[in-house]
């Protein structure tokens, strides 16, 4: 499965549209008095690559007004279930990734959706590769889009982490998901 920054940017469209609930067919649509529809914002993007340096996709964070998403066209993974987070620091020298630092923890919780105290802002589910899986997964960001810009862009930047194994959701700092086998540094703009 190769998908290049062409098909992401496609998928992405078609994505937002039927998120929003603005496609053709939504109320309103066509009506030139009623609210226009918003075109999607791209809040960060980042080109994925392996510890050997080769491509492995790319991510991209979205805003169609309402919601904040993370968009992911993985490729050259192997297929399974991997952790997969934002981390602290947007920087992503191979072969091992250290240098993204830990999860993008702003609010200072414990890591994982089934922690008492959790989850990092950084937590995202488990990203599923198969071999039939066809265009961009889709994660939801908590916060506005305010907050994760400055979340994101703050004075270290952000990466994008693609683990070996899943994320436990709980197990404190981690989720006991292995090694860094992809990263990505996230800029702005479009």
Partial sequence: MKLTKFALAASLATALTACSGQGENAPGAGDS????VQTPNRIAYG?????????????????????IK?????????EGTHGFHLHETGSCEAP???????HLNPLMKSHGTESADG?????????????????????ALQGSEQQISDW????????????????????????????????AVLTGGD
């Fill in 152 to 183: 994101i862009f703050d004075a270290d930047g952000t990466a994008v982490v693609i683990h070996a194994d899943p994320d436990d959701y709980k197990t404190d700092p981690s989720g006991n998901a292995g090694a860094r086998i992809a990263c």
């Fill in 70 to 78: 993370l968009l992911v066209a993985a490729q050259n993974l192997p």
């Fill in 96 to 102: 091992d990734f250290a240098s993204a630092g830990g």
């Fill in 119 to 139: 989850a990092h802002v950084g937590d995202l589910p488990n990203l599923v590769i198969t071999t039939d899986k066809d265009g961009p997964q889709e994660f």
């Fill in 47 to 67: 080109d994925l690559a392996l510890g050997d340096g080769s491509e492995a996709g790319a991510v991209k964070i979205v805003s169609d007004g309402q919601a």
């Fill in 33 to 36: 008095d009623d609210q226009a």
